[in-house]
Each structure stands twice: as structure tokens, then as C-alpha cells.
């Protein structure tokens, strides 16, 4: 049997990522041409291919493993004792890189360096404080991964001020898809606090994300109504992390239309390397830019599709 456009566009996406590992490596030539030399950029590009090993990875599965280089690099950064340095060159973001780092360890790694890195959090970033309830909810998530101690509220008081159920919809709109503009009901910030909250409370469809009645309903039909917005707008990396926020919410994208026409839209904008260029076909990488700069427009939106296609596809499963 031929494989599916989903197998396909997983494919190509894992493809294009396993062929440009050496830019996910903060310490390679490569790494330095594609973030700009920021070390926020290098720390977060490896931090993101951790969480697709984290998350994506199939230990049950006896084929071969696509992500099997990505694998060793993760196990090699998350060793090397300059890695999680590179995190002191973005002190608005240190803490949360830090706890990040920590939460998605590879299994049977010495964890001395993880360690290390939660010692150093700032002792304020693990109370509900001054934030909002999605960032203590993505705060709970990563803190509880890396079994570190926190003021955190649970999920549950936190759920009714979440924006899967305190957001609501305007309306669609006819602004353009920038990069902080609206998208149809909602802005860009708030659509990816949708979805990331979806992710954080399921677990990236490994859990139960406690949501049920009107509370689900309305998240479900908020998450529907933008990722028609997105498809209809070609917004790529938007619509990858909404179909799978459908995964997390019990929903089955892929044997409804509108989750068709997602993996559709994507398969069109993939390139023929397997590459997604950029966030979205107004943000895409132009024709000429350079191999770094290509890179960084569209390593996240390639990622973001080849853990949605592997997640999604897989058996439904709870931790």
C-alpha cells in the first residue's frame, strides 16, 4: 500500500531535519551562520529538537528510527557542559531554558548538568506570582518533568482561566497574517497560548488534558475555527499545532475534512527536500537567501509538522 499524505509529509519533514542536524548543533559552523550568532537562537533550536526526541520518539517501534541522529545529538548536547552556558546569554529567557533543558533529559544520561541548571533557576519563577495562568500552566508542565519543586496552582484551578476556556472568539477578520496580527478569531499570540496549553495540559496527546462539558466544547470549537482560518490562509506552522491540539482534545483530525485539508495545505507548501519554508506562504524563505538563513525561517514549522504527523498517526496512549 502507497503511504499516506501524512506519511509523506512525515517523512519528508524527518528527512530534511535528520539532513541539517549539524545547524541544531549550537557548537558547529553551520549553527553560528544560521541564528545570527544570537545564543538565544542556538539554545532554542536545540531545545526544540529535544522536545520532537521527547516527544516523537517511538521506543515500542521496531523499524528504524528516523530520529535516531537527532537522538544521538540531543544525548550529546544535554552532556557537554557548554551547553546549557549558552542559556546565560539570554537572561530574559535563562530560567525557562534552564527548566526546559532539565525536563527533557534523555533517559539514562548522567544529570549532573540538569541539576546544576535547576540550582541556578531564579527562586521567583516557580511561583504563580505576576504570571499569567498560561505561563504557570507551561511553567507546572516542565517543572514536573524535571521533578523539581514549585508554587505552581494544579491544573485544575488553573484550567477555567486558561485560554483553551477564557478565550474567546471575534470573529474572523480580513487582516493580514503577520506576525502579531490578527488571524481570524484570534491574534497570533493567542492562538499559539491555545494550542501550547493543549500540549502542556495532554501532554502532547499522551494525557488527559482534564477538560470536559461546555469547557470542551468551546475549546474544541475554537481550535476548529482557527485552523479553518489557517488552512484558508495558508498559516502552516498554525496549522500543524492545531491539528494536533484536535489530537490532544479527543478529537481525530485526520478522518474529518478540515483535518484533511490541513495535512493537504501542508503537503503543498512542503518543499521537495521535505523542508516547510517558514511559518507561513507570507513568511516563507525567499529565493535567494542563504543555506543559515533559510534554516532558521523554516526549521521550527518543519519540526512543528514532523511532531504533529508522528503524534497524530500514532496510537492514542495516556502517561
Do not use: N
Not at 146 to 174: C, F, K, M, N, W
Not at 197 to 214: C, M, N, Q
Not at 289 to 302: C, D, P, Q
Amino acid at each position: 500500500m502507497p503511504p499516506s499524505l501524512l506519511e509523506q509529509l512525515s517523512a519528508g519533514a524527518l528527512d530534511w531535519l535528520g539532513g541539517h542536524l549539524d545547524h541544531f548543533d549550537p557548537f558547529s559552523t553551520a549553527a553560528g551562520a544560521t541564528t545570527r550568532s544570537t545564543t538565544q537562537g542556538k539554545a532554542k533550536a536545540a531545545l526544540e529538537l529535544g522536545l520532537l526526541c521527547h516527544r516523537a520518539a517511538r521506543p515500542d517501534d521496531t523499524a528504524p528510527d528516523p530520529l535516531g541522529g537527532a537522538t544521538a545529538l540531543v544525548r550529546k548536547l544535554w552532556q557537554d557542559p557548554d551547553f546549557p552556558r549558552l542559556f546565560d546569554g539570554s537572561p530574559a529567557y535563562a530560567s525557562t531554558y534552564r527548566l526546559v533543558y532539565a525536563a527533557l533529559a534523555p533517559d539514562g544520561i548522567d544529570d549532573t548538568r540538569c541539576r546544576e541548571a535547576l540550582a541556578r533557576l531564579d527562586p521567583h519563577f516557580l511561583s504563580p506570582g505576576g504570571k499569567s495562568p498560561y505561563l504557570r500552566i507551561e511553567i507546572r508542565y516542565y517543572a514536573d518533568k524535571a521533578g523539581v519543586r514549585h508554587a505552581i496552582e494544579p491544573y485544575a484551578e488553573l484550567l477555567p482561566r486558561s485560554p483553551l476556556v477564557a478565550l474567546r472568539a471575534d470573529g474572523p477578520t480580513v487582516a493580514p497574517a503577520t506576525a502579531r496580527g490578527a488571524v481570524g478569531p484570534l491574534t497570533v499570540p493567542q492562538a499559539y497560548a491555545l494550542t501550547h496549553t493543549a500540549f502542556y495540559l495532554g501532554d502532547f496527546g499522551r494525557a488527559d488534558p482534564r477538560i470536559t462539558g461546555p469547557d470542551l466544547d468551546h475549546a474544541r470549537d475554537l481550535t476548529r475555527g482557527m485552523l479553518l482560518h489557517c488552512v484558508a490562509h495558508d498559516l502552516w506552522d498554525l496549522a500543524a499545532e492545531l491539528v494536533l491540539t484536535q489530537f490532544v482534545l479527543g478529537e481525530d483530525p485526520l478522518r474529518t475534512p478540515l483535518g484533511a485539508a490541513a495535512v493537504e495545505c501542508l503537503a503543498r507548501a512542503q518543499r521537495a527536500d521535505g523542508a516547510i519554508p517558514g511559518r507561513s506562504a507570507e513568511l516563507r524563505a525567499g529565493p535567494r537567501v542563504t543555506a543559515g538563513e533559510f534554516f532558521r525561517k523554516a526549521y521550527h514549522t518543519t519540526l512543528v509538522t514532523a511532531l504533529m504527523a508522528s503524534i497524530v498517526a500514532s496510537p492514542r496512549c495516556a502517561s
